[in-house]
């Protein structure tokens, strides 16, 4: 299962957003890639969902491309 998500912001200042996706399967674990940066995070889809993904807006970019993985269930 893949997905993702567009976070786009339209002040060009630097700051930061707590995103939470909705609609992932709780027992999957998942792992989330950063476009900008490539940084990847594994979680669950419960996990992710309770607490989100804090994400950092830097002044030269205006978007933030997530996609999302799914691994497997978690016990």
């Known amino acids: 299962t893949r997905g993702w998500a567009t976070v786009v912001h339209l002040n060009r200042a630097e700051g930061q957003y707590l995103f939470k996706p909705k609609g992932l399967d709780e027992k999957l674990q998942y792992t989330v890639t950063s476009d900008n940066t490539g940084a990847r995070r594994a979680a669950s889809g419960k996990t992710l969902m309770r ?7 830097k002044s030269d970019q205006c978007s933030e491309l997530l996609m999302f993985d799914a691994l497997k269930a978690t016990p």
């Open 51 to 57: 607490d989100g993904l804090e994400i950092r807006a």
